[in-house]
């Protein structure tokens, strides 16, 4: 299962774990790999670590003040898979090409893409999509508009990636970044560009979520092998070598959460004012599904 890790958007400190290694995919990412048995059909899991959010807005009037911690090749952001980075899309192609000869550098064309993905594509739930079956769906869920904004990027030779986060709630996020010579990783967000057209996510990342991934995951360790793992999902389980059945999973957070010390995962909530659910309730947090806050819809998943 991923495991966090510091970068662009979070320090994390004295992580560990009732079992497994900690394997380092890549300096961006890390698993916590089990090779052992299950008792009763079930084995529980648990990470512990110390968490500080690190919120992030891009002032474009002072390049050089680059987003930039791990130090991790931007180049290696640049690739296609043919499944969920597929640089040879047509549709792809066709609307890149549209937006590069409407703008007028790179950042206006990052922009361009960013709000054309949320005004021309729709929210739609379902499972992690393809590029192609996104397309054909006309949309999909935070994952899939990442996976748009990420091919369109790579499609100009721009380095892009997918983050995926929690809530201490354990709902999750997907969002992507992409890599600017004179800014570092600059966060977009389409997804809730599309639920709130009228809010501006281009640069913006507020810090309230812990970030376990990044980019489609890929490693190899002790006779696994891994590639491309979609995101959308905080966790996932392989059977292997004599292994055979059915694995399911949940997500829990421990009774013992807390942020003493750091600064809160929902941080978000303590900058804004009062939330308010669609039926005009006060709520102390906010929830999954949509929330108004400060008169703009927010949507948890």
């Not at 970068?7 to 994390?12: A, G, K």
């Not at 296609?80 to 409407?102: E, F």
């Not at 354990?170 to 709130?196: M, R």
């Not at 959460?257 to 900058?271: A, F, H, L, S």
Request: charged share 20%.
């Amino acid at each position: 299962m991923p495991a966090p890790v510091t970068n662009e958007y979070q320090e994390i400190n004295e992580l560990s774990s009732n079992c497994g290694n900690f394997i380092d995919v890549n300096v961006a990412n890390k698993v916590l790999f089990y090779d052992g048995s299950f008792s009763n059909n079930s084995f529980d899991v648990a990470e512990s670590f110390k968490y500080k959010s690190r919120p992030i807005q891009i002032d474009f009037n002072k390049p050089g003040n680059k987003n930039e911690v791990t130090g991790i090749d931007p180049n290696e952001y640049l690739g296609s898979d043919g499944t969920y980075i597929d640089l040879s899309n047509t549709t792809i192609k066709n609307i890149g090409d549209q937006l590069w000869a409407q703008s007028a550098n790179k950042l206006d064309y990052a922009k361009r893409c960013y709000e054309y993905v949320a005004s021309h594509y729709s929210y739609i739930n379902g499972s992690w999509r393809t590029l192609a079956q996104i397309i054909s769906a006309g949309g999909g869920e935070c994952g899939d508009f990442t996976t748009l904004f990420v091919n369109l990027m790579r499609h100009k030779g721009i380095p892009a990636r997918h983050n995926i986060g929690v809530w201490a709630d354990g709902g999750y996020h997907v969002w992507p970044d992409f890599y600017h010579e004179d800014y570092g990783w600059i966060p977009v967000d389409p997804t809730f560009k599309n639920s709130n057209p009228y809010a501006d996510y281009f640069g913006r990342y507020d810090g309230n979520l812990i970030i376990l991934s990044q980019g489609l995951t890929s490693f190899t360790s002790s006779g696994i092998e891994i590639q491309n793992v979609p995101l959308q999902t905080f966790f996932y389980w392989f059977w292997y070598q004599s292994g055979t059945g059915t694995i399911s999973g949940e997500h829990k957070t421990s009774k013992d959460y807390q942020v003493d010390g750091v600064n809160p995962v929902r941080i978000y909530d303590d900058k804004t004012g009062t939330i308010y659910n669609l039926n005009g309730m006060k709520q102390t947090y906010l929830e999954r599904g949509i929330n108004i806050v400060n008169g703009k819809k927010i949507i948890v998943k």
